[in-house]
């Protein structure tokens, strides 16, 4: 175990968007120096932090001297090449470990990280090639799941990389998307809603747990998350208790995101894992204002070796993305509601899809009478 | 009245210590890009922004380039030289405004603002010159008051610029001390504590106040503010309403500090105005943790032109400085309460009686069921 940093010392951050810029405002909060690596040369996270390096994580040498100048490694998003991040860790530590990372990277092996943890996870087949999806899909209805998912084994994110199959008429335009890739086939699971917990573990294995969150999506990109999430005391217990279980599997240091979705009848009565995120989380953002130590600042004191936070909230929250064009309306977006916090993440280009901020409103559990004039 | 800046626009700060860091980080929150002028090289300031300006303020050409790129330009304290900002007002809006940064940088020019506002302040006599001491000590004395306080009119922070005088027997020292400097002679007010006020002022005259604070100050120095202050409603509402005289009155864009004495027998009676600080404040930093919105991003957004945030809190605060060899604790500091928020500031060098970093103990009012799993 290496050493923990002094205040002074720099956290080098790989990827440059906004979860990079909030670890890095999350950094300086705390003394440390925050450095970022990113390709794109109008990263988010560059405005915020000192002498930044542009350069792809392919080019060994740039990561090498970055490396060298810092006291320690972690990264903002799970598609940073395994590769670069083991070039790293025989100079510097590297958190979340990247045994994480490789598991969130490809899906199968996250399926794989859930059976040997005995998690609960959707059904699903291996589909190694597009030949093996018809056997894969008759396989799963046999097991009496209609309609499924095929999930390319990589780079998913945001609903991308994924196929809904409703019946084998949909097959042949399925194994062309697909192509040579390799994939997994996943019975869909009929949620009543999407969950997420949010945790920190230190490097001396101390873990706290944020509540889990409530999700919205639209067209496959997270529009909203709330706390509280309507989960019952018992799911809430079980959700920490899975999210433990990985993290120490892993021997994880770092915040993770963990997605489950809650089933039932009218009422969730059980959960299902459906993803794992080896970094701090979209839906996690509400910490930054309804936590006195958001997961961003948990994050950075982990990877530093630095004792955690409380995870506790102060209020009920609800944090709305700001996606595309919607990002345009920040003065309304103010101008209606005082309590409201807003965040815009520095990018000077609109694109549809393209997270542009976010905003998050409190209800506090019980206010202090006003302190308007 | 100048547009307001859209988001991606640029905020000068003039001063690039932790206020000037600060203001900074709330600056990127909002999508704001932040650009630091300050004559020290290790700027605090300069870890969190881009291109930053290291150059004395007296170098004009530089001032000048510097304001050409930026939207708007702010200040993180009162001894930038009112010349120098008078120069970037030909280019670009300057707030708050120059008139009021000329008010807190001369101490006679402050009482005269206190006076024309008919606000309390302590009895006073102007001192021109060291000859003029003892007329003005006798005169005070015949006053009833017997405890003096001469205070040069320029530079005067943390307890600097300033010389207790018990009896005539001091007044040949004070006259040394002085030299060829004017400044006020004022009576010593006989208080039970120091309160201050923030409040921040947007350019459209809306404003909002944060509750006042009970500030404790140790050798001259801010040691520790909390909320609530035991003032009474009725002295928070005569706060209120002076802190809103005085920011009308130099038609005032941002955040303001308001520094009272309040007086009184077992229990504060009335409350007398002891200075003014044109910028965020120290016993201001309470906001970051138990306000949505700090006085930090108000001062953003009331410069911007954006509508200010609510000064309401969720929680009692206790904010307390890192003064010197202090913050070497902070490990300590740290693990000791995990609801604990810690701000480093990222200077390099200790020295007594420099301002290291500060941390702030919340208890909310009213705490959500734990989420510690």
Redesign the interface.
Known sequence: MSE?LA??ATVGILGGGQLG?ML??AA??????ARVFAPEADSPA?????KPVCAPFEDIAALRRFAEQCGVITYEFENVPAHSLAVIEELRPVFPPRRALVSAQDRLAERRLLQACRLPHADFEFVAEAAALEPAFTALRGRGHATAYLKKLRHGYDGKGQLRLEGSQDIAAAQDWLGREAAILEAAVPFLFESSVI?ARARDGD?????PARNTHTHGILSESRVPSGLP?RLI?DA??M??AIMERLDYVGVIGVEMFAIGGDKPDSLVINEIAPRVHNSGHWTL?AC??SQFENHI?AVAG??????????DARMVNLIGEE?DA??DI??QA?????????K?ETRPGRKM?HYCD?T??????????
């Open positions: 923990r205040p002074g810029r890095a405002m300086a909060k705390l003394g440390l120096r560059f405005q915020v932090s000192e945790a873990i706290v747990c944020y509540e005391e217990a920490f208790a999210t433990r204002e006195t130590v004191r630095w004792p955690l936070g409380s995870a506790e909230r102060h209020a990002a920040w003065a103010l101008a005082p309590h409201r916090s807003l965040h815009l993440y520095g000077a901020g409190l506090p559990l019980n206010r202090a009478p006003s302190a308007e004039s």
